[in-house]
Structure formats: C-alpha cells, structure tokens
C-alpha cells in the first residue's frame, strides 16, 4: 500500500514517519550550519530586530490582536442571544410569484450602526444573523425552517402573515439536524457538502425569478419545482439540506464596489476601441453580454443586500439510501437554473467541499464532513460570504406556487379565519 493508501491506520503512521525524516533534515542542516561558522549572520539580525522591534512589532500584533478580540466578541454575541426555529408551512393556493417573497426579505433588512462603545467593547458588533433553511427528506417531505433570534420572532412572523395570510408558523422545538448522529461520518451514515460561492464578483446577480417564464405562454415557471422533485424522490434514510445565512448589510458597503464595477466594464471596453471615457459612452455600444451585465447590477442597485452563506448538506445511510447521483448531482442541477453565464453563477466552494486528493485522504476528508455538519449546526459562515440582494434570495428561497404539485410539499390543507362578528351567541349563567 503506498501514500495513497485508504487505511487512516497507515496513513497516519506515514505521518508520522514524515515528521521524524523532517527532524532528522533538520537537525543535520543545524549541525552543519553551526559548525561552518555560518552563524555569525545571526548576531546581525539580532542586532536589527533589536534596534527596531519597538515599531515593526505592534504593528502585527495589533491585527492578531483584533482578529482575535472580532472572534471572541462574535462567539459571546452569537451565545448571548436565544434563536429559536420556525417551521413555516405555506398556504396550499399560492398564486404570488417570489416577489412577495422579495418585499419580506426587504422588511427582514433592518440594518444599523454600532455605536463606539457598542462595536468596540463588544456589545453589538454585527448585524442579527438569520438562517433560512430547506430541510428535506423521504420521510417528511420539504420543511421551511427559520432560525432566528427570540427577539425577532414577531417581526418575522408579521412578515410572513402580511404577504401569506394563510399560512401557518409552527415554534419547534428540535431542529431537525438534532435526527443525524453527532459523530456523522460513521458506520452508517454518510455525508456530502459543500458552501455556495459566485463565480463572479457578486455584485453580478445571479438569475432572476422574472426570467423563469415560459417562451410561449409567457406562464411564470418556479425555479424550485426540481427541488421539490427531487426531495419527494428521496428514501427515508436520504436528507438534503440546505441553508442561507443572511445578515443585512450597509448601502455604502457594496453599492461604491458595484459602481466601480460598471466603471471597470465601461474603461475596458473603451480603451479596447481606442476611445477614452470622457468623449462619451452609450451603452448601447457595449457587446449584448455586457449590457445585460450593467442593466443588471444597476437594477440590483435599487434593492436592499444581505451578507449570504449558502450552504448545501446531503446525508445518507451507507447501503441503504446514499446516492450521489439524486442527491448531489439533482441538486446541483436544480441550483444551475439560476446560473446565467452572461450575469453570475454559483459553484462549490473547494475550501469547504468534502472531498480530499493526494495525501491523507481519509482524515482530510472526514475533518472536511464533521465540519461542514457543525457548522451548518451553529450557523457558521467558515469566513465565507457573498452579497445578494432581496431580489436573489427571494429566486433561492421562497414558497412554490400552486403550480408546483410535488408529494414533497408540505402545505395547509384547510383555510382558517376568524368567526364572523355578528355571529349569535347564548349567554349562561
């Protein structure tokens, strides 16, 4: 068996084996560096950090200092706070389109400034995070799940009601990742995942729900009808997750980079003709791809963003219902329909995928599976995070329409409502 043995048993004695030839390097090029005298370089470095540590030093510690000051202040924010989980069942009649969908994301962007103390000692630091989840399964179909913080609950649950007035929200108790074992991978159970990034600067839009429509009817088509197919295709042993964190983000923080981004199109295109900025531009003159670029990120510019982790979990028992094919390839392939390859596109992000090459395989890919799970558990963005706007996240997540006739779809059956006002009653004593 060679390095790329799939034993962890040996791969890890290779390991080892490497760390005792790297000392063993190590100790002869000191031996030999010592002995030859070469050492004496060494008193003039000392010498130059001596004589100027007082000023380059700070300078990183400073930054260490920060990054580890920012880590602590969001792990005791983050613990402070109380989220609770939502189930939101829609309504069985659904006619909207994902706009309504994209006017609650709009009143969910309740973005404000820390003040001095309040960034700086730790009180607020950050914007309230959100997470927005697709929970699927063969067993209980597709499930809409919001964590949110406690306090934030009537806010959202208004939303909800104000553009489904028919819909249902349930407060659960267990999350449902509280169903797959904590030691996960093992024996059993099997995972894949990865996090969602664009492919382009993410002031590009991804696809939006407008386009979904019908070339000849003109009939609107909801992006997450494959989904939804492809949950009610699962085993009872098969889940599919799939999660958005989001956080609101400041105007100025993305509007000035997307601006710039327009300017950037403009310049090149422009140096590439031989002209210069200043002697005009139409945007007419731009290729039909990079119209449609600016059009778009100036029609993203009027809608309010969101810092956004996008994260896609499969899990399943080994033997009995992990297949790759359905619930990777599926839903990878229901993600691609808001891909555009004139705007932008989202693809896994390999720093998170769980897959490793080369060297120690096993322990690589398994520290790569038991984190992708954790972090989906304590919404964790892995220092991932790209801009979307109200608009986009509405095309990702939103409640499908009546169209939509999957056995995955969990929905309310019967209208509720009030009893009418004038309605008689019997007064007893």
């Not at 997450?224 to 105007?251: C, H, R, T, V, Y």
């Not at 004139?342 to 769980?354: E, H, W, Y």
Request: proline share 6%; hydrophobic share 40%; aromatic share 14%.
């Amino acid at each position: 068996m060679g390095i790329l043995s799939k034993n962890p048993d040996k791969e890890y004695n290779y390991f080892l084996y490497f760390l005792v030839l790297l000392g063993i390097i190590f100790a002869v090029a000191s031996y030999m560096f010592f002995s030859s005298g070469d050492y004496v370089i060494l008193n003039d470095i000392w010498r130059l950090v001596s004589n100027t540590w007082w000023f380059i030093l700070p300078v990183p510690i400073w930054f260490i200092y920060m990054r580890v000051w920012t880590e602590y202040r969001w792990i005791i924010t983050f613990r402070g706070k109380k989220y609770i989980n939502l189930q939101i069942i829609p309504p069985n009649d659904i006619e909207k389109s994902p706009k309504a969908m994209e006017n609650f994301f709009t009143g969910m962007h309740t973005w404000s400034k820390p003040n001095f103390f309040e960034y700086y000692c730790g009180w607020r630091i950050g914007q309230d995070k959100y997470s927005f989840e697709i929970i699927g399964d063969g067993e209980k179909g597709a499930r809409f799940i919001v964590r949110i913080p406690e306090i934030t609950q009537n806010l959202v649950e208004s939303l909800v009601y104000a553009h489904y007035p028919e819909a249902e929200i349930q407060v659960i108790k267990d999350h449902p990742d509280n169903d797959i074992p904590k030691d996960i991978p093992n024996k059993e159970w099997d995972v894949w995942g990865t996090v969602l990034i664009p492919l382009k600067d993410d002031c590009i839009p991804l696809r939006s729900y407008r386009e979904f429509k019908d070339d000849i009817t003109g009939e609107a088509i909801n992006p997450l009808a494959s989904l939804m197919e492809i949950i009610s295709k699962l085993s009872k042993k098969e889940k599919i997750w799939l999660q958005f964190i989001i956080s609101p983000k400041n105007e100025p923080d993305w509007v000035i980079p997307a601006n710039k981004k327009v300017k950037e199109i403009m310049e090149n295109f422009i140096k590439e003709s031989g002209g210069k900025l200043e002697d005009g531009f139409n945007v007419n003159m731009l290729p039909p791809g990079e119209q449609d670029v600016i059009k778009a990120i100036k029609s993203s510019l009027a809608r309010p963003a969101f810092d956004t982790t996008i994260r896609f979990v499969y899990f399943g028992k080994k033997g009995e219902g992990f297949n790759k094919a359905l619930g990777v390839g599926g839903t990878m392939g229901a993600i691609k329909q808001f891909n555009d390859n004139n705007l932008n596109s989202l693809i896994p992000d390999n720093r998170t995928k769980t897959f490793a090459n080369y060297y120690f395989q096993i322990p690589r890919l398994r520290y790569r599976q038991r984190k992708i799970f954790n972090d989906f558990k304590g919404m964790d963005r892995a220092g991932i995070v790209c801009t979307l706007t109200a608009e986009e996240l509405a095309t990702l997540y939103h409640f499908p329409t009546m169209n939509v006739k999957s056995s995955a779809l969990n929905r309310v059956e019967a209208k509720k409502g009030g009893a009418p006002v004038n309605l008689p009653f019997e007064e007893t004593s």
